[in-house]
């Protein structure tokens, strides 16, 4: 039987590298803070209390059935909040045009719990489901689509790309072998497929076979890389001097998009180096709290195993 979406898990209640956010975020009563990948709350509630019953909390999410935990955090939250539904890329220039205020944000990239313990939604190499991957339902690309659709280059282009994965071509010619033959449906056939592409050696060790793949179409599903690289800025706007933003990401792709934001916007000037004198202007508008990504303790990870490949950057707005 699949899950009921209306009776949340109870791994939805476990924000990775929670004291770490807190810490990092410093949210104070009576300040403005945004939570742009609200999910099932986690990291909501604790910011929430962290306001102490004096402040308001902007919460952001492209999944529809967030509103379902919205509404339960909402009743306990004790301070001022509201759901904007939307993909953070699209809300937070929004939110940022129209002259909104934050002292606090937040970006927890990647897939939620309450996405991947839902069988019925597609990102998981572990059970079978139909092909779907969508982070908004409302969309029209599905992950069954690309593999259907997309040409065998692109194909090979996004696995290498987005997973990293060295037998992109031989996945992806076993693909458009057997697409011929009937279209993919189900996530099994393409775990199965993916599985009978590459050496029976490294069908073993370095975790699931099909994990590289399922990363890249989910990130190529739902735009995930352009989404953030659209949303660093406009976060930035929206942050008020002595504002803090961090953002924890899952994988070396959003990590290093993360890491080059913050080295541009912590560059003063700009002017070649044998200039005696400085003509740019330009001042430093951001300074890291650690210069290393802040990583989540062996506790977290034999208490919270998916927690394991997490990277928390946070900085400050000068």
């Known amino acids: ?16 590298l929670a004291d770490e956010v807190r810490e990092s975020l410093g949210v104070q009563p009576g300040e403005t803070v945004v939570d742009a990948t609200f999910g099932a709350g986690g990291h909501a509630t604790l910011l929430a209390g962290d306001l102490q019953g004096r402040g308001k909390l902007i919460a952001i999410d492209r999944d529809p059935t967030a509103r379902t935990y919205f ?100 996945i992806v010619r076993a693909i458009v072998r057997t697409r011929k033959e009937h279209p993919f449906e189900r996530s099994g056939e393409l775990v199965d497929t993916i599985k009978s592409a590459i050496p029976a050696p490294a069908r073993f060790g370095e975790g699931h076979p099909a994990k590289r793949v399922f990363q890249a179409l989910r990130i190529a599903v739902n735009d995930e890389l352009g989404s953030l690289e659209a949303a660093l800025p406009a976060a930035l706007a929206m942050l008020r001097p002595g504002g803090r933003f961090a953002v924890i990401s899952f994988h070396s792709l959003e990590d290093r998009i993360v890491k080059q934001f913050l080295r541009d916007k912590e560059r003063g000037c700009t002017c070649p180096p044998d200039f005696p004198v400085c003509v740019c202007g330009h001042e430093p508008e951001l300074r890291a709290i650690e210069r290393r990504p802040i990583r989540p303790s062996a506790a977290e990870i034999a208490a919270n195993p998916r927690s394991s490949s997490a990277r928390l950057r946070a900085a400050v707005k000068t």
């Open 71 to 170: 509404e339960r955090f909402e009743k306990r939250a004790g301070v001022q909040a509201r759901l904007l539904r939307g993909d953070f890329s699209v809300v937070l220039p929004q939110l940022a045009e129209n002259g909104v205020q934050a002292d606090a944000i937040l970006l927890d990239l990647g897939v939620s719990s309450m996405q991947l313990d839902r069988p019925e939604r597609g990102f998981s190499y572990s059970v079978d489901a139909p092909l779907d991957m969508r982070m908004d339902t409302s969309q029209d690309l599905t992950a069954a689509d690309i593999v259907n659709e997309w040409p065998e280059a692109e194909l090979v282009k996004i696995f290498r790309r987005y997973g990293e994965e060295r037998y992109a071509k031989q």
């Open 1 to 16: 039987m699949l899950p009921n979406v209306l009776q949340p898990s109870a791994t939805d209640h476990v924000p990775v």
